[in-house]
């Protein structure tokens, strides 16, 4: 019986991979461990991109198909949509996941209408279940809707491949295993009769400071913060502990700080080792993009508050005291432990 197909595409920007694809290719193993006879597939688009291609194997790809040209070095959309709904063509997947960037959701759209399939967009749940109709087993994904009101499963019963996008951040990205062996199959595209549609001029950096979704602790700020000023000392805070700063939507709303440090349903899903919670309340829509952290500390003066339900810390106080003095005693003990060494 022929093997069916989960793809992974692997999105690269200077020759660096962009997480999301890792973690798709880590979350495609589960679902492959589910769908019977099934293997994963990344697919890597450009030249002189074997290190990726084969760190795509060590992090969980079976195969990997590296449609080798220079021009796929630089993501022009209608390009790549033409190699990758040639490479579907040939292989026939029956999932195929892409990372819910700017240009992975674009390019989901352009390949899914042009292969005629369904695509569920910015997903943030994949798993394998049963069609109650056919009894096959088929892909449900799950998405906020509605402003983030409502999570809708979506399934794509009949049509090939099963798409989506899925959200940075919420798939767990395997370890890179050095022993795992996969095969490597160069596709040569055809790009000579396309026309140029699109010429490329010039990048132009985005002015970002925050790397949220991966930093390995965040201090968060919600309206307890009290104003802008009172972020200053969560930044002291979360560099003294290498870490970033984060946000409730209510301290984003009031303007003290940037949406792009917004956490929770509306923002960016984290999964740090440790998230320090300070004077944010715990509605659901922020625990839902915190839960996965390892360790959550919370500082509330409302011992009633429900961040203290998922808190693996609780502190009862006025986050005015207890930041400083935190700050302080972590001083003392950096410092000391720079004594010893
Ligand atoms: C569709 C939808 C999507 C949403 N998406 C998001 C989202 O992505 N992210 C998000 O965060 N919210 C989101 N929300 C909003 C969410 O429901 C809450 O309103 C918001 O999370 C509350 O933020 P907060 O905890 O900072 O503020 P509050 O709920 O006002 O809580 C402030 C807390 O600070 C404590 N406090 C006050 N002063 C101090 C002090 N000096 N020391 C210690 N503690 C103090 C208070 O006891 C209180 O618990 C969404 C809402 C909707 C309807």
């Known amino acids: 019986m022929e093997k069916k197909i989960i793809f992974v595409l692997v999105e690269h920007h200077d020759k660096k991979v962009h997480p999301v694809s890792w973690e798709l290719i880590g979350k495609a193993r589960e679902l492959a461990a589910k769908l019977d006879n099934s293997e994963v597939w990344g697919i890597v688009l450009g030249d002189e991109l074997e290190n990726i291609c084969n760190e795509a194997i060590k992090r969980g790809a079976d195969k990997v198909i590296y449609v080798k040209n220079s021009r796929f070095n630089r993501y022009i959309n209608y390009e790549y949509q033409t190699a990758i709904v040639n490479v579907v063509k040939k292989y026939n997947p029956e999932i195929f996941l892409i990372g819910a960037t700017l240009e992975g959701r674009e390019l989901a759209g352009m390949v899914a209408t042009k292969l005629e399939t369904g695509l569920t967009a910015d997903c943030t749940g994949l798993d394998i279940v049963s069609d109650n109709r056919t009894g096959k087993k088929i892909l449900a994904m799950t998405r906020p809707t509605f402003g983030g009101n409502l999570m809708a499963t979506i399934t794509c019963p009949q049509h090939r491949p099963q798409m989506a996008t899925v959200r940075p951040g919420v798939m767990k990205s395997l370890p890179i295993d050095p022993k795992r062996k996969g095969e490597i199959i160069v596709e040569n595209i055809e790009l000579k009769d396309l026309k140029k549609l699109i010429e490329f001029l010039e990048t132009i950096p985005v002015k970002t400071e925050s790397n949220l979704q991966y930093a390995p602790v965040i201090v968060s700020g919600g309206k307890g913060v009290g104003g802008p000023d009172g972020f200053k000392k969560l930044k002291e805070l979360a560099n003294l502990l290498g870490g970033e700063i984060g946000a409730s939507r209510a301290a984003v709303k009031a303007g003290w700080i940037s949406?792009?440090?917004?956490?929770?349903?509306?923002?960016?899903?984290?999964?740090?080792?440790?998230?320090?919670?300070?004077?944010?309340?715990?509605?659901?829509?922020?625990?839902?993009?915190?839960?996965?952290?390892?360790?959550?500390?919370?500082?509330?003066?409302?011992?009633?508050?429900?961040?203290?339900?998922?808190?693996?810390?609780?502190?009862?106080?006025?986050?005015?005291?207890?930041?400083?003095?935190?700050?302080?005693?972590?001083?003392?003990?950096?410092?000391?432990?720079?004594?010893?060494?």
Request: aromatic share 4%; with cysteine.
């Open 259 to 341: 949406d792009e440090y917004q956490v929770g349903q509306t923002g960016k899903t984290v999964r740090p080792i440790l998230y320090i919670a300070c004077g944010i309340s715990g509605a659901i829509q922020h625990i839902v993009g915190i839960k996965e952290s390892e360790i959550i500390v919370a500082i509330n003066k409302d011992e009633n508050a429900p961040i203290f339900d998922i808190a693996d810390i609780g502190i009862v106080g006025d986050l005015h005291k207890v930041i400083p003095a935190l700050i302080d005693k972590l001083k003392q003990l950096l410092a000391k432990s720079e004594v010893k060494k």
